[in-house]
């Protein structure tokens, strides 16, 4: 999970205080990632450093800050957007965190960016399948890792595939708000991770 | 050399309102030896590029060439006949005569074309044992199993000098074992010359293509870079506990 990347997403909407964007980064993720205050002022520290945003320098101490994403900021966020995650760790997570993130970012399209890490999956499955037709006929232990391997790939094509689906569907029909309070399930499924 | 071109193809359903743009300036072309497949949602237009491709409909614009022929400037007549003796179709259920053997199954479109039945017999027979199943040729298809059905509707696909095999999501009602030796054996009909087009939404049987292209409402948004050399994969390869 990138903090840095949803503060970066999270500006890119406009400047905000540190205690807003905290509150924000949580609403727009479900609550499923807890983060606490002190994560949020190291973490733009560190962004302002790099020159990703700006603080109102005026600010006197103790006072709020105002930050707001610089232009090399919006070309950091948008680079990590289209960036495949490393897909020798479990790869799920970090892909979802970026489509919930595309969804909030200005001038993205979501759709072109679950395309981008449709494609990078696919070409991954050609070259396993290529060792698979070349290969694994004669070596039994070889062909179990590769279709392990196809398998859990095609697992994150269907969820982009579902995903890609179901927000088609939603901007025809968007989701009615909730008329009860969500379960607390989403919040618990956070903190396991 | 091109087996199969669509040049700025699109189709449109329906008049005024009831309008639906099915494909939209799709521009595609396959090699001979060349399997691409064709990835997209239901809706997004993959069916109608097969029939078009295959002569089966007309596009409403744009143009379309098979075997060098370009469709349009042909009589209906000469596209029958190309469609016997250059195109192949593959469908996901199989379509096979219960009551004639694999090799006359194969050896079917040949003589409807005029071949004499026993050079037909002997070329589907030959078909067969290229691809792995001269010893089903005597098989009735209730006989074999969904698998080997559509091996051998493969093998009728591609019998005699069609260059080009049209498949609709050949493995869709198969077992993981069975799709994986349909795909080796349309492998093994491309390393013979045959262009193939394979439409489906399953992401396991499009990594057999060479080239993935992705449809989305009716248009061509994207398609897979040429794969790098598979080793460079092995070295992260998951590898196998020794205690397992």
């Known amino acids: 999970m990138s903090v840095r ?26 609550e499923v990632w807890p983060l606490n205050v002190g994560q949020v002022y190291t973490t733009l520290q560190r962004l302002e450093r790099d020159g990703f945003v700006a603080s109102d320098g005026t600010a006197d101490e103790g006072a709020q ?46 759709h072109d960016v679950i395309q981008v890490h449709r494609r990078y999956l696919v070409e991954l499955m050609q070259q396993w399948t290529r060792l698979k037709e070349d290969a694994a006929r004669f070596d039994l232990t070889f ?45 618990r499924v956070g903190v396991q991770r | ?83 016997r ?11 096979l005569l219960a009551g004639l053997t694999a090799v006359e199954n194969v050896a079917l479109p ?22 792995g199943l ?12 969904g698998g080997e059905r ?3 509707a493969i093998a009728r696909a591609v019998v005699g000098d069609r260059r080009l095999l049209l498949a609709d999501e050949p493995s869709g009602a198969l077992d993981s074992a069975s799709g994986e030796a349909v795909m080796r054996m349309m492998r093994t009909a491309c390393r013979r010359g045959v262009a193939a087009v394979v439409v489906t939404h399953d992401a396991q049987l499009a990594s057999w293509a060479d080239r993935v292209v992705f449809l989305r409402d009716g248009q061509v948004i994207d398609q897979t870079a040429p794969p790098p050399s598979p080793e460079s994969l092995l070295d992260a390869a998951p590898q196998p506990s020794p205690r397992s």
């Open chain 1, 5 to 30: 990347h949803a503060l970066l997403a999270l500006l890119s909407e406009g400047p905000k205080y540190g205690l807003q964007l905290r509150q924000e980064f949580e609403a727009r993720t479900g």
């Open chain 1, 65 to 110: 800050k105002n930050y707001q994403i610089t232009a090399e900021g919006a070309t950091e966020l948008a680079q990590w957007l289209r960036t495949p995650p490393d897909l020798s760790s479990p790869p799920r997570d970090e892909l979802v965190v970026k489509v919930l993130v595309a969804l909030r970012v200005p001038g993205v399209d979501v």
């Open chain 1, 143 to 187: 062909a179990l890792v590769v279709d392990a391997e196809l398998f859990r790939l095609d697992s994150v094509i269907r969820w982009l595939d579902a995903a890609d689906g179901r927000l088609k569907r939603a901007a025809i029909e968007p989701v009615p708000a909730p008329e009860f309070p969500m379960p607390k399930v989403r919040r």
């Open chain 2, 1 to 83: 050399m091109s087996v199969l071109e669509l040049h700025s193809v699109s189709k449109v359903y329906g008049q005024g309102a009831a309008e639906v743009h099915a494909l939209c300036e799709v521009s595609v072309s396959v090699d001979a030896g060349v399997m691409v497949a064709v990835m997209g949602a239901s809706g997004s237009g993959k069916s109608t590029l097969l029939t078009i491709a295959g002569s089966l409909d007309d596009p409403t614009s744009g143009y379309v060439i098979v075997a060098g022929e370009q469709l349009a400037a042909l009589s209906r007549n000469a596209r029958a006949k190309l469609r």
């Open chain 2, 85 to 95: 003796r250059s195109i192949g179709y593959v469908f996901q259920d199989y379509n």
């Open chain 2, 110 to 131: 040949l003589e409807l074309d005029g071949v004499a039945a026993r050079k037909a017999q002997a070329t589907g027979l030959q078909t067969l044992d290229e691809l």
């Open chain 2, 134 to 145: 001269g010893d089903r040729a005597s098989s009735y298809p209730d006989q074999l199993s």
């Open chain 2, 150 to 152: 559509q091996r051998v």
